[in-house]
């Protein structure tokens, strides 16, 4: 059964930074996706960022590119998620999720990458709240 436990969220003031982990068990494939998501109050489930467990290549949503670093430590089966610049509009829950290793293509980057896609994660965590204050 696959766990997924996320931790590091924390009420940080605008600017600043986190990093969040996402401690991982029961994963039985070699070859998956792992996600961060995010949710605010009142608002649906978006896509924050994704890496492909097996060829590292990430993907990330436009309002965190430049700000936010997903990264995965396979040895420890620990995927995390640097917060840096952090912005009143990142308060929300985050949570991590694992799927299927199914890669979609994109023209801007011309690499093939998880997506940020809810809809094809399947395993997820309890979240994390982050609260970033102006």
């Known amino acids: 059964q696959v766990q997924l436990v996320e931790s590091g969220g924390d009420s940080v003031q605008s600017g600043g930074s986190l990093r969040l982990s996402c401690a991982a068990s029961?994963?039985?494939?070699?070859?998956?996706?792992m996600g961060w998501f995010r949710q605010a109050p009142g608002k649906e489930r978006e896509g924050v960022a994704s890496?492909?467990?097996?060829?590292?290549?990430?993907n990330y949503a436009d309002a965190v590119k430049g700000r936010f670093t997903i990264s995965q430590d396979n040895a420890m089966n620990t995927l995390y998620l640097q917060m840096n610049s952090l912005k009143p509009e990142d308060t929300a829950m985050y949570y991590c999720?694992?799927?299927?290793?199914?890669?979609?293509?994109?023209?801007?980057?011309?690499?093939?990458?998880?997506?940020?896609?809810?809809?094809?994660?399947?395993?997820w965590g309890q979240g994390t709240q982050v609260t970033v204050s102006s």
């Open positions: 890496i492909d467990s097996y060829g590292g290549a990430t």
């Open positions: 999720a694992s799927g299927l290793r199914i890669l979609y293509y994109s023209a801007s980057s011309r690499t093939l990458s998880c997506s940020v896609k809810a809809p094809d994660y399947k395993r």
């Open positions: 029961g994963i039985t494939d070699s070859r998956y996706c």
